[in-house]
C-alpha cells in the first residue's frame, strides 16, 4: 500500500512538472544579485529556533518588529488584538501605533491594551510624536507620559521624529526646538527603554549620529521605501489641492541601504548599538540582506505588509508570518551576502 501511495505522488509531480515548467522560466534579469547561493553548505531542516534576544529586559524569538501602525478606531482595535495574538505565538515584538489620542480621551484605552494578549515575555512599546513629547515636557506634564507607559503595562516609548509630516498636515503641530535638544532634555526624565524612529524618510548621517549619542535602548530606520507619511498627508490634502507644490519633498530621504552605510561607518563605542531595520522591507529576502549587511545587532520590522493581512483575520496574518518566517530559516541556511 505504502509503495502504491508513492508512485502515485511521483507521477502526480511528474506529471506536474511537465505541465509547469514552460511557466517557469526565470530570465537572468530578474535574478536577485544581492547573494551567493551555497546548497552544499548546509541542510534544509526548518526544524529549529532562532537565537533568542534579550532586548529591552524581554525575550524576542524571531527577529521580526512589528512597527508602530494604527489605534484610536474601531478597526484598529481588531488589527492590535490580532498582531498582539501572532507576537505571543512567534515570540515577535510590537510597536503600537500613535497613543496621542490616549494623552486626551482614555475612554479608547482598550483599543491598545494588548498587554493579556502578547504577554509579558514579549516587548510592547507605546508611542508618541516629538511634538507631544515637546508639548508635555515644557507644560511640565511629562507626568502624562508616565501615566500612559503605566497605563499599556508598556516597556517602554517610541518617539517618532516627523518635522515633514507635520509640516505637511493641515492639523499639524509647531515644532518650536531641534528634537535633540528635546529628547536630550526628555532621556533625563525617564527610567523607561526609549526607541527613537521617523516616519518614512529616515534620517542622514548627522542626524543618526546625533540619536546613536542619545542613551536609548534602540533606534528604528523608518527608512524611504515604505510608507512615506509625508506623502501620506499630500495625498490627504489632494482634494483641497493645498499642498501639490509640496510634492517632491514627499520624495526625499535616505533607503536603507543609505542608512547601513551611515550607521556602519560609526565607532563602536556609540550610546545606542540595537537597531530595528524598518522602511520598504518587502518580504523576508530584504530583512536578511539587510540584517546581514548592518555590523551591529538588528531584527527587522514590517508595518504596512503586516497591517494588509492583520485587518482581515487572524489565520490570514499567521499564514503569511509563517511564510516570512520559514523563509528567513531558508534564507539563513543558504545564502550569503555579496
Not at 523608518?222 to 489641492?241: H, M, P, V, Y
Not at 483575520?313 to 516570512?324: A, M, N, S, V
Request: hydrophobic residues 40%.
Amino acid at each position: 500500500m505504502n509503495n502504491n501511495n508513492e508512485t502515485d505522488i511521483l507521477e502526480k509531480r511528474k506529471s506536474e512538472h511537465l505541465k509547469l515548467a514552460l511557466e517557469s522560466q526565470t530570465k537572468a534579469d530578474n535574478l536577485d544579485r544581492r547573494f551567493y547561493y551555497e546548497p552544499l553548505l548546509s541542510n534544509n531542516n526548518l526544524n529549529y529556533e532562532f537565537d533568542e534576544l534579550n532586548w529591552f529586559g524581554k525575550k524576542i524569538k524571531t527577529p521580526i518588529w512589528v512597527s508602530s501602525m494604527t489605534g484610536g478606531t474601531l478597526p484598529a482595535k481588531k488589527i492590535n488584538y490580532n498582531i498582539a495574538k501572532a507576537c505571543n505565538e512567534f515570540g515577535m515584538g510590537m510597536g503600537l501605533g500613535s497613543c496621542r489620542i490616549l494623552l486626551e480621551n482614555k475612554k479608547l484605552l482598550d483599543h491598545f491594551m494588548v498587554r493579556n494578549i502578547i504577554g509579558n515575555k514579549y516587548p510592547l512599546f507605546a508611542n508618541l510624536g516629538i511634538a507631544q513629547i515637546e508639548k508635555m515636557l515644557y507644560n511640565d506634564q511629562i507626568h502624562l507620559i508616565h501615566d500612559l507607559i503605566s497605563d499599556l503595562d508598556a516597556d517602554g516609548l517610541i518617539i517618532h521624529i516627523n518635522l515633514l509630516q507635520e509640516f505637511l498636515q493641515n492639523e499639524g503641530d509647531q515644532i518650536n526646538y531641534p528634537p535633540i535638544k528635546t529628547l536630550k532634555h526628555f532621556l533625563k526624565e525617564v527610567n523607561y527603554p526609549i526607541i527613537i524612529k521617523e516616519v518614512g524618510q529616515g534620517m542622514g548621517p548627522k542626524s543618526i549620529k546625533a540619536v546613536l549619542s542619545l542613551p536609548i535602548e534602540a533606534f528604528e530606520f523608518a527608512a524611504f521605501g515604505g510608507t512615506n507619511f509625508s506623502k501620506l498627508e499630500i495625498n490627504r490634502n489632494d482634494k483641497q489641492k493645498t499642498y501639490p507644490k509640496y510634492n517632491p519633498l514627499s520624495l526625499i530621504g535616505h533607503d536603507i541601504n543609505d542608512m547601513i552605510q551611515y550607521i556602519n561607518a560609526f565607532d563602536r563605542d556609540i550610546k545606542c548599538n540595537k537597531f530595528i531595520i524598518s522602511g520598504g522591507i518587502q518580504n523576508f529576502l530584504d530583512g536578511y540582506y539587510a540584517m546581514e549587511k548592518l555590523k551591529f545587532p538588528s531584527i527587522y520590522g514590517q508595518a504596512s505588509k503586516i497591517l494588509k493581512y492583520a485587518k482581515k483575520d487572524y489565520k490570514t496574518l499567521y499564514e503569511y508570518l509563517t511564510i516570512q518566517i520559514n523563509g528567513l530559516k531558508i534564507a539563513s541556511k543558504i545564502l550569503e551576502i555579496k
